[in-house]
Structure formats: C-alpha cells, structure tokens
C-alpha cells in the first residue's frame, strides 16, 4: 500500500497521524489552527482518548529534522478514528481517498497485532456513533443554510472606504496591536510627510474644531498620508 500520510506510533503506543500533515494532504484553504481548533469542538474530540498535542519533532522524530521543513510547531497526534472522521468531513476526493487510506492501514494493522474482537466492535461502534453525529452536525448547517435564504436582504448600498477612513483604521489598528499612543504615531506621520513630501501640515493654520487630519484633508493632501500609514504602520491582527 502506497504511503499517502504517515502513520505512526509517536511512542502513543496506538498508530497515529499528524493533523499537520492530514490538513496539508486534504488542502483545506482554512489555516491549520482554526480548522483543527473548530473540528475539535464541532464533534467533541476528547485530548488524551483521540488525540495528543504535540510538536511536529514528537510525532514524527526522524533523525530529530521536521518533515514538514521550517522549525517544529504545535501539532496534534490524531488517532486513526479521528483522521478517518476529519477526512470524511471535508466532502471531496482528497478526504474520500485519506478515509480509505486509513481504512486499509487499519485491517493490516489488525492483522498485524491480532487486536481482540471486543476492541473491535468497540471502534467499529465508535465509528458509526460520529458518522451518526457528522451526519447530524451537516443536516443542521443545511437546514441553518436554508434559513438564512429566507431572511430578507437589504437593499442599502454598502458604505464606501473613504481616504480618510483607511487612514483612521490603519492607525487605529497599528496603535491598538503595538499598545501605542496615538498622538506619537500621528507625529510620527506628520514628520515623515514632511521628510518625503515637504508638506508641512503645522504651518496650515486651523480652527479650534479641526485636527491636523482635518487640515490635511481640506488642504488635500489625505492620498500622501495614506501612502505612508499604509506602507509604514503595517500590523496583523490576532
């Protein structure tokens, strides 16, 4: 049998599979983290009875390197039940292939170590029990699906992103990730428009109600400003 995904004992002392290398082989589009944190909650995956946390380095030590190249990351130790229920999940040819690749690794691994019959019966029992739950967890998303096909839609046009908004969100943000004050930063900005563009928004005169912002607007010079915060004040939101 071809070795599609590898599977091992990662001292478990059961066969195991990285969800790492399951979520590459099934190329699910959504990030490793958030799709193996929600299928975890979605069906009530046990740590400890379906899976282990681990690092890539512990679920696959081949001569201490990661497989997956770059430096070790959080992984988890997936019980063969659990990869054959996660690959059945996603619904396409890739998870259809990986459920019958664990599948025929099952019967040669019970072949191998003559498991009892009790355990058996047991996994096969476990096994129906989450295709039962599965099947419930996606006649719900459907019947949620066609629920919201009812809800009326509106007909208001969407707002548009002005300048001067982008401009507020990207400092907003920056200053809120980095716990900065936002005085320093739009100082910052100020210099750094006069440094490239020798505007000089402090030598506008303005009223009592307007910000510098307000100056830079009237004055239009919003597209600079937004040139810089944009290329600049860059941040990743957790």
């Not at 430096?71 to 063969?80: K, N, Q, S, V």
């Not at 099952?106 to 096969?124: F, G, N, V």
């Not at 004055?219 to 939101?237: C, F, N, P, W």
Request: overall charge positive; proline content about 3%.
């Amino acid at each position: 049998m071809q070795e599609l995904i590898t599977i091992t004992t990662g001292g478990q002392g059961l066969p195991v599979v990285s969800a790492r290398e399951l979520h590459a082989f099934l190329e699910v589009r959504t990030k490793f983290a958030s799709w193996i944190e929600r299928r975890i909650n979605e069906f009530g995956f046990v740590e400890g009875q379906d899976y282990s946390s681990l690092t890539t380095l512990e679920v696959f030590p081949k001569n201490g390197k990661n497989p997956l190249g770059g430096r070790p990351e959080l992984d988890y130790a997936l019980t063969l039940d659990m990869a054959k229920e996660l690959s059945m999940v996603e619904r396409n040819a890739k998870g259809k292939q990986a459920r019958q690749y664990f599948i025929d690794a099952e019967k040669k691994l019970r072949q191998l170590t003559a498991l009892p019959s009790d355990y058996i019966r047991h996994q096969e029992q476990r096994l129906a029990d989450l295709e039962q739950q599965l099947k419930q967890v996606l006649d719900a998303q459907q019947q949620a699906a066609r629920s919201l096909l009812d809800v009326p839609r509106s007909t208001e046009p969407l707002p548009i992103e002005t300048t001067r908004i982008k401009i507020q969100r990207i400092v907003n943000g920056y200053c809120r990730v980095n716990n900065l004050k936002q005085q320093d930063i739009w100082r910052r900005v100020y210099d750094r428009l006069f440094y490239l563009y020798r505007v000089n928004i402090r030598a506008h005169k303005r009223s009592d109600r307007e910000s510098w912002l307000d100056v830079a607007e009237r004055s239009g010079h919003l597209e600079k400003i937004y040139a810089i915060v944009s290329a600049e004040l860059t941040y990743r939101e957790e």
